[in-house]
C-alpha cells in the first residue's frame, strides 16, 4: 500500500516533468522572471520536495549513512534554461548509476564535485529533468547540496538566477527535516 501511494505523490511532478522536458521555447525579448527548480528524495519510508521556495536557511535534511535514495532534479524556465547545477560533497554522496548526456558530472573542487545541464540558446528548452539514485556516506558529517539554475535572460542576455543550499546531516538517524 505504501509504494502506491508514494508512486500516486509522485505522478503529478513526473507528468509536470515530462513536459518540462520536451519543450522547445521562444527566449523573449525581455525576461525578469526567474528560473524555478525542484528536488525531490525519497527513501528510509521519507519522501519530500524542495525548491527555489523552500526555508533553506532555518532547516536541514538528515540522511542515513549508507541508505539509497531516489532523486528526481530538475530546472524550468519559460523564456529558456541555461544552466542546471548541482554541486554536493563527492566524500558523502555516491551515485548508483552513471550520468548520462546530455548531463554533465564534474569535480569542482577536493571536496565537491558538480552535476550540469546546459541549455542550447539556438534551441532552448523550458526546462531538463534528471532522476537516479545516491548513497550517503558519511557518519556525523555536515554538508550542502547546492542548486543554482539560470535562463537565458531574454535577448538582452541579462540572465536570471535561483540559488538554494540544502545543508545535510548523515549519520546513524531518522531521514528527517529539522527546523531552526
Given amino acids: ?16 516533468l515530462i513536459a518540462i522536458q520536451s519543450c522547445t521555447v521562444d527566449v ?6 526567474s528560473p524555478e527548480f525542484s ?6 519510508g521519507f519522501i519530500h520536495t524542495f525548491n527555489q521556495d523552500s526555508d533553506f536557511g532555518n532547516i536541514q535534511l538528515n540522511l542515513r549513512q549508507d541508505t539509497t535514495y531516489d532523486f528526481i532534479f530538475s530546472g524550468s524556465d ?23 548526456s546530455p548531463w554533465t558530472q ?7 564535485s558538480s552535476i550540469n545541464w546546459y541549455g542550447d540558446p539556438t534551441n532552448p528548452l523550458s526546462g531538463a529533468v534528471l ?13 550542502q547540496f547546492f542548486f543554482m539554475i539560470t535562463d537565458f535572460g531574454g535577448e ?13 546531516y548523515s549519520g546513524d538517524h531518522s531521514t528527517e527535516i529539522i527546523t531552526f
Avoid at 7 to 14: D, E, M, S, Y
Fill in 1 to 16: 500500500m505504501k509504494t502506491l501511494k508514494k508512486i500516486f505523490l509522485q505522478l503529478p511532478i513526473l507528468f509536470l
Fill in 28 to 33: 523573449p525579448d525581455s525576461d525578469t522572471t
Fill in 39 to 44: 528536488f525531490q528524495i525519497s527513501g528510509d
Fill in 78 to 100: 519559460q523564456g529558456g534554461v541555461k544552466q542546471i547545477h548541482w554541486q554536493y560533497a563527492h566524500d558523502y554522496v555516491e551515485f548508483v548509476n552513471p550520468i548520462v
Fill in 106 to 112: 564534474t569535480t569542482t573542487s577536493a571536496l565537491s
Fill in 131 to 143: 532522476n537516479g539514485k545516491i548513497v550517503i556516506e558519511g557518519d556525523n558529517i555536515s554538508h
Fill in 156 to 168: 538582452s542576455g541579462d540572465s536570471n538566477a535561483t540559488y538554494g543550499a540544502l545543508n545535510i
